[in-house]
């Protein structure tokens, strides 16, 4: 679950962001104030729903009176023409808020189908898949919600959850051991160090000075298998780079423990759902 208030902040955002100075003209114009309506929410393709909750406050905040039930709540599977909500009230409340709603539902949606993906095809082995920080900026919150109705895992939220010595640090840092050393002297009993790694070299370096979690960054899966053999459960080995739903079944494999993608949150297709009109009175 996402704390009510993070979800009432992006989606107030996005509503006056549509609304601008004048709210709906269209609508007002154009729908009478007492027609009442019944609509649904409804899955074109099949997929991952994620989100529910921000649709909800999208109609609520246009319109309290407005009820939204849920059929199919986050993390379920949905196939194409399958109904995830119930939305009535107001029709001029609904078509105000419909777009906003769809705005998170779509793209949170699809997220989560593209992470199941990535999560199905590695179940038979010891494996997650994990997010990244490659967000959008101030929905990362609900990006990596969305990553865990798939069955993911989430990285960390920040630059302050923990440690993440990247190549660039290490060169600027004059050499791994050198930013490890570092790195141990500032973080807290209760930050996790984990420093990227591109060669089998650098591996070994970092496995005498030690860290928590080692990203194996673009390594094939004949690197990755010895990666793994010299980490010996030390610590954390993640996969990273080029990671896709065809080749990350092989890259489990090799026995990682997590395997990242940044695409899941800024490349994922929008799930396709619609809002269908039942009833109108």
Same mark, same amino acid.
């Given at each position: 679950?996402?704390?009510?208030?993070?979800?009432?902040?992006?989606?107030?955002?996005?509503?006056?962001?549509?609304?601008?100075?004048?709210?709906?003209?269209?609508?007002?114009?154009?729908? *009478?104030?007492?027609?009442?309506?019944?609509?649904?929410?409804?899955?074109?393709?099949?997929?991952?729903?994620?989100?529910?909750?921000?649709?909800?406050?999208?109609?609520?905040?246009?319109? *309290?009176?407005?009820?939204?039930?849920?059929?199919?709540?986050?993390?379920?599977?949905?196939?194409?023409?399958?109904?995830?909500?119930?939305?009535?009230?107001?029709?001029?409340?609904?078509?105000?808020?419909?777009?906003?709603?769809?705005?998170?539902?779509?793209?949170?949606?699809?997220?989560?189908?593209?992470?199941?993906?990535?999560?199905?095809?590695?179940?038979?082995?010891?494996?997650?898949?994990?997010?990244?920080?490659?967000?959008?900026?101030?929905?990362?919150?609900?990006?990596?919600?969305?990553?865990?109705?798939?069955?993911?895992?989430?990285?960390?939220?920040?630059?302050?959850?923990?440690?993440?010595?990247?190549?660039?640090?290490?060169?600027?840092?004059?050499?791994?051991? *050198?930013?490890?050393?570092?790195?141990?002297?500032?973080?807290?009993?209760?930050?996790?160090?984990?420093?990227?790694?591109?060669?089998?070299?650098?591996?070994?370096?970092?496995?005498?000075?030690?860290?928590?979690?080692?990203?194996?960054?673009?390594?094939?899966?004949?690197?990755?298998?010895?990666?793994?053999?010299?980490?010996?459960?030390?610590?954390?080995?993640?996969?990273?780079?080029?990671?896709?739903?065809?080749?990350?079944?092989?890259?489990?494999?090799?026995?990682?423990?997590?395997?990242?993608?940044?695409?899941?949150?800024?490349?994922?297709?929008?799930?396709?759902?619609?809002?269908?009109?039942?009833?109108?009175?």
């Amino acid at each position: 679950m996402i704390p009510y208030l993070l979800v009432e902040q992006a989606v107030r955002a996005g509503l006056l962001e549509d609304l601008g100075r004048a709210g709906d003209i269209t609508t007002e114009a154009v729908v *009478p104030s007492e027609r009442r309506a019944v609509c649904t929410l409804v899955a074109r393709d099949p997929g991952v729903v994620a989100g529910l909750d921000f649709a909800r406050a999208a109609f609520a905040m246009v319109d *309290p009176s407005v009820n939204f039930n849920v059929r199919l709540p986050d993390a379920s599977r949905v196939a194409p023409g399958e109904v995830i909500a119930e939305i009535s009230g107001s029709a001029r409340g609904i078509l105000t808020g419909e777009r906003v709603a769809l705005n998170f539902l779509g793209p949170l949606s699809g997220i989560a189908t593209a992470t199941r993906g990535i999560a199905d095809a590695i179940k038979h082995t010891k494996a997650r898949i994990t997010c990244t920080r490659k967000t959008t900026p101030g929905l990362r919150f609900a990006q990596k919600y969305a990553v865990r109705c798939g069955g993911g895992a989430n990285h960390r939220f920040g630059l302050d959850d923990a440690i993440l010595i990247k190549d660039n640090h290490i060169a600027l840092a004059g050499g791994i051991i *050198p930013a490890l050393r570092a790195a141990k002297r500032m973080a807290g009993h209760l930050v996790k160090i984990e420093i990227e790694v591109d060669t089998l070299e650098q591996l070994q370096e970092v496995l005498r000075e030690g860290a928590d979690a080692v990203l194996l960054d673009n390594m094939d899966t004949t690197q990755l298998r010895q990666a793994v053999a010299m980490i010996d459960g030390k610590a954390i080995a993640e996969a990273s780079g080029r990671i896709t739903p065809a080749s990350a079944a092989g890259i489990a494999e090799t026995g990682v423990d997590l395997i990242s993608a940044g695409w899941l949150t800024h490349s994922a297709k929008v799930l396709d759902i619609g809002l269908d009109f039942v009833r109108v009175s």
